[in-house]
Every structure is written in structure tokens, then in C-alpha cells.
T-cell receptor, first 112, second 111 residues
Framework: DSGVTQTPKHLITATGQRVTLRCSPR?????VYWYQQSLDQGLQFLIQ???????AKGNILERFSAQQFPDLHSELNLSSLELGDSALYFC???????????FGQGTRLTVV | TQLLEQSPQFLSIQEGENLTVYCNSS?????LQWYRQEPGEGPVLLVT?????EVKKLKRLTFQFGDARKDSSLHITAAQPGDTGLYLC???????????FGKGTRLHILP
């Protein structure tokens, strides 16, 4: 158990809908990262927050947004969903930079 | 753009054999990490290497960071079926805090 909690574990939704994925980081970790993993693409970095502030952004679509709340949990919002958004979405947390991160079990999103 | 290239992409060997997988970049990294991922689960952090030339051992796994901090290798001695999985290397972005990942080496150890 990494100490990072993601909910829900599985999500099936229709095209055009909006979903929210939730992540609770390990106790004491201020950094939260979001990744998308598809079969062909590997782990694609989406966005990173540190203590409530956005610190780094990857190739995150405009339809996607995220935030980190004062209690350090984070949410990833995906809207106007398309079939191609089906993937595993991982959250990871870390105490700082250059020391690696601890990943949650992921949310498997299926868009039908 | 920083990229991490891992080789080989796939490796299938017999139990008891030794193997080495590689992680290369044209960029310098302040540190590199290795993770192992099982199907449908999140990556698990194995090790972080920070100093050029550094060698770290984790039981039968030996990790090395290149002198120029542009590459790393993972050597497994006497591979076991339990070593099967996707091995990912990762490093921090040079201008921000993102962690970028290589595409991984998918390792399969045959009993």
C-alpha cells in the first residue's frame, strides 16, 4: 500500500459527459502529480501541484482541469469526454523533487 | 524536450539468467528513478539515484547512474518469475518539477 488513495477505481461513462477523479496523497506529501496511461502511450504527465499551487503542466487537454485543495487532496476533472480519453489515470505524491513519487492504484476510465 | 529512452522494449529470458536494461537520454538529470509496474496497478518506486557514477543494490537488483548523469542501467542477477513486470525509468524536468517517464522495458521471466 503506497498510502496514495484514488477514487473511484473504475468509471464507465458516455461520450460528452464530465467526470471527477479524486486523489488523497500520502500523509505529509505536498506534491501531487496526475498521469494518463494508455496501452500505446506509456505514462503521460498531465499536471503537478505543490501545496495548492500549479507547478508544472504537461500536454493536458483544455477539456481537462485539476486543482489541489487546502487539505492537499486533488481532483482531476475531465469534460466533454471522448472515446480516446479511455485510459488509466494515476495520481502520485511526493515530499519534494528529485526523490521519486508514490503512485495510487489508478482510476480506470472507460468512455462508451 | 527531455526524453528518456529505454531498451530493450521487451525481454523474455529463462529463470536464473542475468539481464541488464538501459535508460538513456541526451539530457542531464539531477536524479533518476526506477519503478516497477504490474498490470492494472500503479508504478512502485524501486530506487532513486542522485550522484553520477552511483551504484545502488536492492537484493538481486543493481542500479547504476552514469557518470554524466544522462543514463542509467538496471541489472538483475539470477532472474526469478517474480521479477516479471514493466520496468520504468523516470527523471525530473529540467525547468520544472514534472517527472517524465520512459516507455519502459517489459520483462518476462520464464520458469
Amino acid at each position: 500500500d503506497s498510502g496514495v488513495t484514488q477514487t473511484p477505481k473504475h468509471l464507465i461513462t458516455a461520450t460528452g459527459q464530465r467526470v471527477t477523479l479524486r486523489c488523497s496523497p500520502r500523509s505529509g506529501d505536498l506534491s501531487v502529480y496526475w498521469y494518463q496511461q494508455s496501452l500505446d502511450q506509456g505514462l503521460q504527465f498531465l499536471i503537478q501541484y505543490y501545496n495548492g499551487e500549479e507547478r508544472a503542466k504537461g500536454n493536458i487537454l483544455e477539456r481537462f482541469s485539476a486543482q489541489q485543495f487546502p487539505d492537499l487532496h486533488s481532483e482531476l476533472n475531465l469534460s466533454s469526454l471522448e472515446l480516446g480519453d479511455s485510459a488509466l489515470y494515476f495520481c502520485a505524491s511526493s515530499q519534494g523533487t528529485g526523490i521519486g513519487a508514490f503512485f495510487g492504484q489508478g482510476t480506470r476510465l472507460t468512455v462508451v | 524536450t527531455q526524453l528518456l529512452e529505454q531498451s530493450p522494449q521487451f525481454l523474455s529470458i529463462q529463470e536464473g539468467e542475468n539481464l541488464t536494461v538501459y535508460c538513456n537520454s541526451s539530457s542531464v538529470f539531477s536524479s533518476l528513478q526506477w519503478y516497477r509496474q504490474e498490470p492494472g496497478e500503479g508504478p512502485v518506486l524501486l530506487v532513486t539515484v542522485v550522484t553520477g557514477g552511483e551504484v545502488k543494490k536492492l537484493k538481486r537488483l543493481t542500479f547504476q547512474f552514469g557518470d554524466a548523469r544522462k543514463d542509467s542501467s538496471l541489472h538483475i542477477t539470477a532472474a526469478q518469475p517474480g521479477d516479471t513486470g514493466l520496468y520504468l525509468c523516470a527523471g525530473d524536468g529540467d525547468r520544472d518539477d514534472k517527472i517524465i517517464f520512459g516507455k519502459g522495458t517489459r520483462l518476462h521471466i520464464l520458469p
